[in-house]
C-alpha cells in the first residue's frame, strides 16, 4: 500500500480524498496556490506545499510544480482528484517516468477515450450501442452535407477533441448546414486547437444516464449501478440522483452490461464512467467516459455503501475486485450548492462567507471545505458544497433533501439553495418526468 499521497487537487475533493487516505493509515500532502492559504485542504492534509499563484495554470495545473512539490514530500502516488489534470494523459505519463503511481486509468485509455470519434470506435468494436452517425471523422462540408443527408435531420455536429457542449451544434435541416459546420469548426479550433468534426443523429428529449463501473489491475470490471443527471443548465450538472427514476430492472440489466463491455474491451484500470443517452423509447447509446473520479460519486457511495476513493486507491496499489456488479438499495440525491446567484442567470457571487450552518441529521451527507469567514476566491469552480440525501424511496429522499435544504443557512453571498428547494416542489421532478432539456423552460421567478 502507498505510504504517501499527494492530492493535485483543492476545495472539498481535496478533503475528500484525505478522509480516506487518513482511514487507510496513508499520509497525506496537499498543494496549494497562494489565493488557498485558508483552505481546509491545507490544514487537514500531514504536509502542505505552496505551487504558486492562484492563476490555475501556475499552479494546480502546472506538471514541473506538481512533480516539484512530488520530489521534496517523497510521496509515493497522486491522486488527481476530478478537473485540472485528472484526465490529462501527458500528466499520467509523467507520473510513470518519475515512478509515481498516477491514481487513474493508463495514459493510453485516458488518450482514446479523451477523443470522441477514438471513443466511439471503441465502444463500437466492444459492441456497446452508439448513435448512429459518419463513419469517423468528416473531411470537408461536401461529405459533412452528404453524411446528414443520409442519416437523416435533425443532426448534431461534433467537434472530436470536445466534451461539455463545446464545439457543438444542433442542425435542424439541411438549408442549416453550412453555418453550423463552419461555427462548430471554428469553435472547436480555438476551443481545442484541434477541428476534427463527426455528425450524429440528433436524439431527441434524452436522458443522461450514466453507469459507474471500477476495473482491477487483472482485467475485471464490474458496475456500481447508474445516476440520472439529465438535470443540468448549459452542460452543468446540478442534481444528481440513484437509482434513475426512468430506470427498469431490464434496462439496468442491458446498459450495466454494456458499460462492463466497455471497461473489459479496453482493460480499464480505476473507477471510471460511461455516459448514455438514453432515448423515450429506452433505446441508450454511447455518449462519453469520463476516466476520473466524478463530482456525483458519493451518490453511487450512499446506495451502494461503499468508499469509491477507497476503492481507487485499493486497485491502484493492485488489490483485486471482489464479487460482481452492484446494485442500489434505497434511494440517494445530491444538490450542488454553487456561490451563484439563480434569480440573476447563475452568475457566480464570490466573496465572504459571514455565516454557514449546514444541514444535518439522518441520511443526510455534505462534502464542503467551506466555513464561516472563509472568503471563496474568483479564480476556481463556483461549486462550494455538496448536500446529499439519503432514504428508502424516492419520494421520502425529496423530502428530506426539502428538509435539508431549510436548513443550510449560508449567509454573505448568493447560492444555488433557492432554486433547489423550487425544484423540489416542481411536480414533473417529482414525478420523474423530465430529460435533460427540462431546465431550458423552468423559470424560478414563475414559481
Ligand atoms: C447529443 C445529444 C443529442 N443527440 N448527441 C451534450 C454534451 C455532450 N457530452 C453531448 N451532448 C449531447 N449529445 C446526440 N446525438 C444531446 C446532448 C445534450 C446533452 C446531453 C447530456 C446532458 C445534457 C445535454 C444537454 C444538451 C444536449
Keep these: 500500500m502507498f505510504k504517501k499521497i499527494l492530492i493535485a487537487n483543492r476545495g472539498e475533493i481535496a478533503l475528500r480524498i484525505i478522509?480516506?487516505?487518513?482511514?487507510?493509515?496513508?499520509?497525506?500532502?496537499?498543494?496549494?496556490?497562494?489565493?488557498?492559504?485558508?483552505s481546509l485542504h491545507v490544514r487537514f492534509a500531514d504536509e502542505a506545499v505552496c505551487i504558486g499563484p492562484p492563476a490555475s495554470a501556475e499552479s494546480y495545473l502546472s506538471i514541473p510544480k506538481i512533480m516539484a512539490a512530488v520530489e521534496i514530500t517523497n510521496a509515493d502516488?497522486?491522486?488527481?482528484?476530478?478537473?485540472?489534470?485528472?484526465?490529462?494523459?501527458?500528466?499520467?505519463?509523467v507520473c510513470k517516468?518519475?515512478?509515481?503511481?498516477?491514481?487513474?486509468?493508463?495514459?493510453e485509455h485516458m488518450r482514446k477515450m479523451g477523443d470522441k470519434v477514438t471513443a466511439k470506435e471503441t465502444m463500437i468494436k466492444a459492441g456497446v450501442p452508439v448513435v448512429p452517425g459518419s463513419d469517423g471523422l468528416v473531411k470537408d462540408l461536401a461529405e459533412g452535407q452528404k453524411v446528414?443527408?443520409?442519416?437523416?435531420?435533425?443532426?448534431?455536429?461534433?467537434?472530436?477533441?470536445?466534451?461539455?457542449?463545446?464545439?457543438m451544434r444542433i442542425v435542424p435541416k439541411a438549408e442549416d448546414f453550412e453555418k453550423n459546420w463552419n461555427s462548430a469548426r471554428q469553435e472547436a479550433k480555438a476551443s481545442f486547437g484541434n477541428?476534427?468534426?463527426?455528425?450524429?443523429?440528433?436524439?431527441?428529449?434524452?436522458?443522461?444516464?450514466?453507469?459507474?463501473?471500477?476495473?482491477d489491475q487483472f482485467g475485471k470490471v464490474v458496475h456500481l449501478s447508474e445516476r440520472d443527471c439529465s438535470i443540468q443548465r448549459r452542460h452543468q450538472k446540478l442534481v444528481e440522483e440513484c437509482p434513475s427514476p426512468f430506470m427498469t430492472d431490464e434496462l439496468r440489466e442491458k446498459m450495466g452490461a454494456a458499460a462492463v463491455r466497455a471497461g473489459e474491451c479496453i482493460k480499464y484500470e480505476g473507477v471510471g464512467t460511461v455516459e448514455f443517452l438514453v432515448d423515450k423509447y429506452r433505446n441508450f447509446y454511447f455518449m462519453e467516459m469520463n476516466t476520473r473520479i466524478q463530482v456525483e460519486h458519493p451518490v453511487t457511495e450512499e446506495v451502494i455503501d461503499h468508499d469509491l476513493i477507497k476503492e481507487q486507491i485499493k486497485i491502484a496499489a493492485g488489490h483485486p475486485i471482489v464479487g460482481g456488479n452492484y446494485l442500489p438499495t434505497g434511494h440517494a440525491m445530491e444538490?450542488?450548492?454553487?456561490?451563484?446567484?439563480?434569480?440573476?442567470?447563475?452568475?457566480?457571487?464570490?466573496?465572504?462567507?459571514?455565516?454557514?450552518?449546514?444541514?444535518?441529521?439522518?441520511?443526510?451527507?455534505?462534502?464542503?471545505?467551506?466555513?464561516a469567514g472563509y472568503t471563496i476566491p474568483p479564480h476556481y469552480d463556483s461549486m462550494i458544497a455538496k448536500l446529499i440525501c439519503r432514504a428508502r424511496t424516492r419520494e421520502e429522499c425529496i423530502t428530506k433533501?426539502?428538509?435539508?435544504?431549510?436548513?443550510?443557512?449560508?449567509?454573505?453571498?448568493?447560492?444555488t439553495v433557492p432554486f433547489h428547494q423550487r425544484l423540489m416542489k416542481d411536480p414533473k421532478f417529482r414525478s420523474g418526468d423530465f430529460n435533460t432539456g427540462f431546465l431550458n423552460d423552468f423559470d424560478l421567478e414563475d414559481r
Excluded: W
Aim: net charge negative.
Design 19 to 38: 478522509r480516506t487516505c487518513r482511514e487507510m493509515n496513508i499520509k497525506t500532502v496537499a498543494v496549494y496556490s497562494t489565493a488557498d492559504r485558508e
Design 77 to 93: 502516488a497522486i491522486h488527481p482528484g476530478y478537473g485540472f489534470l485528472a484526465e490529462n494523459a501527458d500528466f499520467a505519463e
Design 97 to 107: 517516468e518519475y515512478g509515481i503511481k498516477f491514481i487513474g486509468p493508463e495514459p
Design 148 to 167: 446528414a443527408a443520409e442519416i437523416g435531420f435533425p443532426v448534431m455536429i461534433k467537434a472530436t477533441a470536445g466534451g461539455g457542449g463545446k464545439g
Design 195 to 215: 477541428d476534427g468534426i463527426y455528425i450524429e443523429k440528433f436524439v431527441e428529449e434524452p436522458r443522461h444516464i450514466e453507469f459507474q463501473i471500477v476495473g
Design 335 to 371: 444538490c450542488r450548492i454553487n456561490a451563484e446567484d439563480p434569480f440573476n442567470g447563475f452568475r457566480p457571487s464570490p466573496g465572504l462567507i459571514k455565516s454557514f450552518h449546514s444541514s444535518k441529521g439522518h441520511g443526510v451527507r455534505v462534502d464542503t471545505a467551506v466555513y
Design 401 to 415: 433533501m426539502e428538509r435539508a435544504l431549510d436548513e443550510f443557512i449560508i449567509e454573505g453571498i448568493k447560492t
